[in-house]
């Protein structure tokens, strides 16, 4: 099946600690995103990647990393600088040819305790 | 200018009805305006796009109106059904970054 995988669905982490949330595709997509929903503001952008070994920052990028060192994966850190890391996270890729659509990722829901 | 604003934010109809959300852009380099369909705990699904080229696109029970002049686009769902109660997203970008910019959402109830 060619999709959009995110590990673990579910993520309880200590305050102060560094985290990492994985997103793989099988889609040979070019472009990955990675998306924070909160309730009442829609998703809003961490960081997005056009291609591998390539990454620009989004509207909220701080207290977040990337990486993009092969095309399928781009895992993405929430580190313990981000005030507010309890969050629905999405990753997404597109595919750069044809109608240029934006696929998601079943989401990871990271609690801060 | 990077906002989409979008509305309601919630909407009930009934079976059969007609759901309309709205969306309203600044940014005139905006040129792909898709409309994504949320289920609680799920990721988003692309439901329909449109390009500024057209005013309108249909697909089954679904329409994208837009009005480039006003800056909005807005989403029409015929004949209601139950299992559209979800959570629709409005977004935005231009084909050269496509750094999307969503709307905040409409959460969508269709009572039986």
């Known amino acids: 099946d060619g999709g959009i995988t995110q590990s673990p669905k579910y993520l309880f982490r200590k305050e102060g600690q560094n985290v990492t949330l994985s997103c793989e595709q099988n889609?040979?997509?070019?472009?990955m995103y990675w998306y924070r929903q909160d309730p009442g503001q829609g998703l809003r952008l961490i960081y997005y990647?056009?291609?591998?070994?390539?990454?620009q920052k989004g509207d909220i990028a701080e207290g977040y990393s990337v990486s993009r060192e092969k095309k399928e994966s781009f895992p993405l850190t929430v580190t313990s600088a981000q005030k507010n890391p309890t969050a629905f996270y999405l990753c997404?890729?597109?595919?750069?040819?044809?109608?240029?659509?934006?696929?998601f990722g079943p989401g990871t829901r990271l609690t801060v305790l | 200018q990077q906002q989409v604003k979008q509305s309601p934010q919630s909407l009930i109809v009934q079976k059969g009805g007609i759901s309309i959300i709205n969306c309203a852009y600044e940014?005139?380099?905006?040129?792909?305006f898709p409309w994504y369909q949320q289920f609680p705990g799920k990721g988003p699904a692309l439901l329909i796009a449109?390009?500024?080229?057209?005013s309108e696109k249909k697909e089954g029970r679904f329409t994208i109106s837009f009005n480039k002049s006003a800056k909005q686009f807005s989403l029409h769902i015929m004949d209601s059904q139950p299992g559209d109660s979800a959570t629709y997203f409005c977004a935005a970008c231009t084909s050269g970054t496509y750094k999307y910019i969503f709307g905040t959402g409409t959460r969508l109830k269709v009572l039986a």
């Open positions: 990647s056009q291609i591998v070994n390539d990454f």
């Open positions: 449109i390009r500024p080229d057209v």
């Open positions: 940014n005139t380099a905006f040129d792909y």
């Open positions: 889609l040979n997509h070019d472009a």
């Open positions: 997404a890729s597109r595919n750069s040819g044809g109608r240029n659509e934006q696929f």
